[in-house]
């Protein structure tokens, strides 16, 4: 996390990289709240941990966690109070992990400091979506997006519209040759697939498009790669050189750049470029595809990936955790693997 402070502070204030390297979390919000005053002396600085659920996913044990939660603590603790507010999100399946950062801190949250992200009202799903499609320069037939929001995309359940949904509608949309969405009415929806199967055909056709099935093998498994498959999270933005690195087995350097440039293309966007320090990192769009990807990538690829996968996965959390016997492979995944021996790439038995 304090690499990605670091970066937001130097983005965000223009201070030089080299000023911030050795400073901890408290230094760090000293120095950006003293720039803010400067500039702007009303507003208070809010620092935004978006996609939180990742500080528990990446550093899996709590002793990996502890440098920051106690700089955490620190800040928290200080006299007189940072001119600092700190917002933390992350989804809503995975908030009791927060329960260490309150053991941590000592607090304990108010109604008004702890709050769900609500869904839309149709009305107001339909003047997002109509502003997204605006930016797009895309014409449309704005009483069908007010039908579809109420038919299509409101929950049958509660009547809301989630912000989810709408977004990869848009996104869809958005990224399309313009050739083919210059206006947005029932016919394009239709032919985008409607709601049912909304990801999977997305995925599909795009991948599709790919020209050789070596191509698309290689898509995917760069998808995957980008992907934490065990508990179904984004892992997070990696280097090209990581990627390489981490797909050794399955696919050659030039491979790894090929996939991924296709991936950034503005007509299909199913990777985002993303700094991480002063390099170029790439992050999957989205996490609400993962099931998409997992459940193409199932049919798509052969029993022998499959298992360079897997195998590739548990050798690199193995070295990574000091050998630890906790990420041996177990029974199911030793079988998988012994079935496919002759096949694998570069491992000795």
């Not at 704005?142 to 989810?164: H, K, T, Y």
């Not at 795009?206 to 995957?224: A, G, P, V």
């Not at 050794?248 to 503005?266: D, F």
Request: glycine share 4%.
């Amino acid at each position: 996390p304090l690499t990605s402070i670091r970066y937001a502070i130097h983005e965000q204030f223009a201070i030089p990289n080299e000023q911030l390297q050795t400073l901890g979390l408290v230094s760090l919000l000293e120095l950006a709240a003293n720039y803010q005053q400067q500039s702007e002396p009303s507003k208070t600085l809010i620092l935004i941990l978006d996609q939180f659920e990742q500080f528990f996913a990446h550093q899996r044990y709590k002793e990996d966690r502890k440098p920051f939660v106690e700089a955490l603590n620190e800040w928290y603790r200080q006299q007189p109070p940072h001119p600092v507010k700190i917002l933390v999100s992350l989804r809503s399946d995975l908030a009791g992990r927060m329960v260490e950062l309150q053991n941590g801190l000592g607090y304990t949250l108010g109604p008004n400091q702890n709050f769900m992200l609500e869904k839309f009202e149709p009305n107001e799903a339909a003047e997002v979506f109509r502003i997204i499609i605006e930016q797009e320069t895309i014409e449309y037939d704005q009483m069908f997006i007010e039908e579809l929001c109420n038919d299509e995309l409101a929950n049958r359940r509660d009547g809301m519209v989630s912000p989810v949904e709408l977004q990869i509608l848009a996104w869809m949309i958005a990224g399309s040759n313009s050739s083919k969405c210059e206006y947005f009415d029932r016919s394009t929806f239709q032919r985008f697939g409607g709601v049912e199967g909304l990801l999977n055909r997305f995925l599909e056709r795009i991948l599709k498009s790919r020209d050789t099935e070596d191509r698309r093998q290689s898509t995917l498994k760069l998808l995957l790669a980008l992907i934490d498959l065990d508990i179904n999270l984004r892992i997070g933005i990696l280097t090209e050189l990581e990627l390489q690195k981490k797909l050794t087995a399955s696919l050659t350097p030039t491979e790894v750049s090929e996939a991924l440039q296709w991936l950034i293309r503005p007509d299909v966007r199913l990777v985002t470029p993303r700094s991480k320090g002063k390099e170029q990192g790439y992050e999957l769009i989205h996490e609400r595809i993962i099931p998409a990807i997992r459940s193409l990538s199932g049919q798509a690829l052969t029993e022998v990936d499959q298992a360079n996968q897997l195998l590739q996965r548990r050798v690199n959390e193995w070295l990574g955790n000091n050998r630890s016997t906790r990420y041996q492979l177990n029974w199911h995944e030793l079988r998988q693997v012994l079935k496919q021996k002759p096949y694998l790439r570069n491992f000795i038995f």
